[in-house]
């Protein structure tokens, strides 16, 4: 049975697509944002692998990250890098250090996060309104599992993703699926699901050098006896020199296997 939470997000997409869908076909495609002074393009927070966005050479970008849960907070720095090989073929990984605060008897500590590391394809770039994208994410645990930094289990994502252009602003999702392993987090073992995905977003551009982002991010159980993951978020993309932009986002957990509040913060290179 779909979780409650995953079931009203369903419906809200939907009736944001069927809202959205008159607009659509009385007028045609615009350019998403207004011509910028930067090179640095516009990225979603919660789904930056798994967007159709490819860097044109080099992504570099520090981040902070503080996430809350009832009594569990978990604050790290991460490190994001994306390389453009050959045309079209964007490959990444995404790696932090961080430190836990747990309540009760929970463990806590300091150490390495899991990392995450892609590979996507773009395609459908013709000049149309839309793009298309696939690609594999894979999880690798190098976190610290007693601190709560890592599950010490493989994770492998697949995922397919697109983006439209509308007047004024852009639209962007993904569907996959991640098949997650069997691991263990602060002594306890779980026994990994395959999970279903689904995320929405939103790219807004205020001015040449801002843009409003908001995204929202579904995930069915991964373990067995965990909730399901949904987030609602909003950030900001401020392009401060040509080829550097500060990126801050926060959100809010809709089901109780997100955290209840996330704030994120970084500065991204790219060329």
């Known amino acids: 049975m779909m979780p409650k939470a995953i079931r009203s997000v369903l419906l809200l997409l939907a009736l944001v697509a069927l809202a959205w869908s008159p607009a659509a076909a009385q007028a045609p495609a615009q350019p998403t944002s207004a011509p910028s002074a930067s090179s640095v393009p516009d990225r979603l927070f919660q789904a930056f692998a798994e967007d159709t966005a490819v860097v ?104 397919g993703a697109m983006r439209y252009q509308m007047r004024g602003f852009t639209l962007a999702g993904h569907l996959g699926f991640r098949i997650n392993g069997d691991g263990t987090i602060q002594g306890y073992d779980i026994d990994g699901k395959t999970s279903a995905i689904l995320a929405g977003g ?24 965990f909730d399901s993951d949904v987030r609602l978020l909003g950030g900001v993309n401020w392009s401060v020199t040509s080829r550097g932009m500060l990126r801050g986002a926060i959100s809010v957990g809709l089901a109780d296997g997100a955290p209840d509040r996330r704030f994120q913060a970084g500065y991204a290179y790219a060329f």
């Open 56 to 159: 044109r050479s080099q992504w570099w970008e520090g981040q902070i990250d503080f996430a809350s849960w009832d009594s569990f907070d978990v604050s790290t720095a991460n490190l994001i890098v994306a390389f453009q090989p050959v045309r079209d073929l964007e490959v990444g990984g995404r790696v932090g250090f961080g430190n836990t605060s747990a309540d009760g008897d929970a463990s806590d500590g300091t150490g390495a996060t899991d990392a995450d590391i892609w590979g996507k394809w773009r395609f459908g770039t013709g000049g149309g309104p839309a793009e298309f994208a696939v690609g594999l994410l894979a999880t690798v645990p190098t976190g610290d599992d007693t601190a709560g930094l890592g599950f010490d289990a493989f994770n492998v994502e697949a995922f």
């Open 202 to 225: 939103i790219i807004y551009p205020l001015a040449k050098t801002v843009s409003l982002v908001g995204e929202v991010n579904c995930e069915s159980e991964r373990w067995e006896g």
